[in-house]
């Protein structure tokens, strides 16, 4: 199971050495998942958008109950117009309950790996021994696996530092890899992946039916309205707004939640995803998924929903914490390394492997060439020309300047400048000291 380090680096490093519980595996998630319940529950980044979801589905509900369904409750003979407001209200809660089961749970995250796998050389050895280079170590970027016979490539994922299971793909909005990756839904703020994508269709199918029921009883109430006023069906429809407000709004609602649910329908019957319809079109070549229409529709909805692979609410091991605090320094190279790495399904910048050490060393550059020019100008300065007419090469002399300078900024950091006056003049006399004796031998020589 995998515990990833903090985000901000403080929360798990708290825990680790100050004594006290180590965080939950949530609390120090690397996703961009938001969690509920002491880890609970799992939602996307846009749960926001969720609430939205909610409104859309009970603001005509209620305008249904209060304006439609409790004017036709006498209309009815047997007390069976009692039903109309029952039904819509126990079918609302039904929906409602889908909704919470597809964007609250773990769509079926992959855990990530704390260090990439091993490498495997061209030749079939992992020994470096064999006069084999880091670039023949280097990680490939894809790899075969074979599916009901077919060959299918999986990915390898800098983020989670492993080779994607086959149907898995990396979310770019939630930052993980999912498996049977369908697409991210921002209208319940949740991936659909292999966990959740049973409980996806019936919500968007029981939606489709709610807005069938509401735009049917709306229809029933105009013509209630028509019959028992002898009029026709204009005048009845100016009777009562809110049912013709709710025609509209279903009217259109449906062409989205209906067409959905008939495209998903089309996608269970041939065992695609979203994601592989819009990429792969199996259209043009053979699926290996497909097992027959009867065996697809068994495969979502009669089959047990796989357990989760992550336990958000374990507390992260602290050897785990303190392998992954530590810089890894294998000999193997990532599929990107020498290359500007970044994520580039997030739309991050890349990077230079060799940027940070880098910049500390320009940093350090400045801090030191601000140090000799602040105090040690002059002495470095009438040095020089001096160093250079006697035959002494430049990059040595520059070398020297180097090293002061690295010194002389330790110094001013340190606050002692006493100390910093005595290693220049050390550094002073040992520099004219050579060149002396260096002198001196080529005056014996001629």
């Known amino acids: 199971m995998y515990g990833p380090p903090s985000r901000g680096g403080g929360g798990g490093a708290a825990g680790v050495g100050g004594g006290g519980e180590q965080p939950r595996v949530y609390e120090?998630?690397?996703?961009?998942?938001?969690?509920?319940?002491?880890?609970?529950?799992?939602?996307g980044p846009d749960v926001r958008s969720l609430f939205l979801t909610i409104f859309l589905?009970?603001?005509?509900?209620?305008?249904?109950?209060?304006?439609?369904?409790?004017?036709?409750?006498?209309?009815?003979?047997?007390?069976?117009?009692?039903?109309?407001?029952?039904?819509?209200?126990?079918?609302?809660?039904?929906?409602?309950?889908?909704?919470?089961?597809?964007?609250?749970?773990?769509?079926?995250?992959?855990p990530r790996n704390t260090h990439p796998p091993e490498p495997e050389s061209i030749d079939g050895a992992s020994d470096m021994g064999n006069g084999q280079t880091p670039q023949q170590l280097r990680l490939p970027r894809t790899k075969d696996v074979f599916v009901n016979g077919v060959i299918v490539k999986v990915k390898y994922c800098d983020t989670c530092m492993l080779y994607r299971p086959p149907r898995c793909s990396h979310c770019s909005i939630c930052n993980n890899c999912v498996e049977r990756f369908d697409h991210h839904c921002p209208w319940v703020g949740q991936c659909i992946g292999r966990?959740?994508?049973?409980?996806?269709?019936?919500?968007?199918?029981?939606?489709?039916?709610?807005?069938?029921?509401?735009?049917?009883?709306?229809?029933?109430?105009?013509?209630?309205?028509?019959?028992?006023?002898?009029?026709?069906?204009?005048?009845a429809m100016l009777k009562t707004p809110a049912s013709i407000v709710l025609i509209i709004y279903c009217f259109i609602c449906v062409w989205f939640v209906g067409g959905l649910s008939v495209f998903h329908f089309y996608l269970m019957s041939t065992n695609q995803t979203t994601y592989e319809n819009f990429r792969y079109r199996y259209d043009r070549r053979a699926n290996p998924y497909n097992r027959g229409m009867v065996n697809n529709f068994l495969e979502i909805f009669c089959t047990a929903i796989p357990p989760s692979k992550n336990n958000f609410r374990a507390r992260v091991p602290v050897d785990q914490g303190l392998q992954q605090a530590r810089t890894p320094t294998r000999s193997f190279m990532s599929p990107n390394m020498g290359k500007p790495v970044g994520d580039l399904e997030l739309g991050r910048k890349p990077v230079s492997?060799?940027?940070?050490?880098?910049?500390?060393?320009?940093?350090?550059?400045?801090?030191?060439?601000?140090?000799?020019l602040d105090e040690k100008e002059?002495?470095?300065?009438?040095?020089?020309?001096?160093?250079?007419?006697?035959?002494?090469?430049?990059?040595?002399?520059?070398?020297?300047?180097?090293?002061?300078?690295?010194?002389?900024?330790?110094?001013?950091?340190?606050?002692t400048s006493e100390s910093m006056d005595s290693i220049a003049v050390q550094m002073g006399t040992e520099a004219w000291g050579s060149v002396s004796s260096g002198h001196g031998t080529t005056s014996s020589t001629h």
């Open 353 to 372: 492997w060799d940027e940070p050490r880098s910049a500390a060393d320009i940093r350090d550059l400045e801090v030191g060439l601000g140090g000799l």
């Open 195 to 235: 966990r959740n994508y049973r409980f996806f269709y019936m919500f968007v199918f029981s939606t489709t039916l709610l807005c069938l029921y509401v735009f049917g009883f709306c229809w029933v109430y105009i013509v209630k309205i028509r019959d028992a006023e002898q009029s026709s069906i204009w005048k």
């Open 57 to 110: 589905i009970l603001a005509p509900v209620l305008v249904f109950c209060i304006f439609v369904a409790r004017h036709l409750i006498n209309d009815f003979p047997d007390h069976w117009g009692v039903s109309v407001m029952v039904v819509v209200v126990v079918f609302t809660i039904y929906d409602l309950t889908l909704l919470l089961l597809t964007s609250g749970r773990d769509p079926g995250i992959v």
């Open 28 to 43: 120090v998630w690397r996703g961009s998942n938001e969690f509920f319940l002491q880890g609970r529950f799992i939602f």
């Open 378 to 415: 002059g002495r470095i300065t009438h040095a020089s020309p001096d160093l250079l007419r006697e035959g002494l090469p430049s990059d040595i002399v520059e070398g020297r300047a180097g090293m002061h300078s690295r010194r002389s900024s330790w110094g001013h950091r340190s606050g």
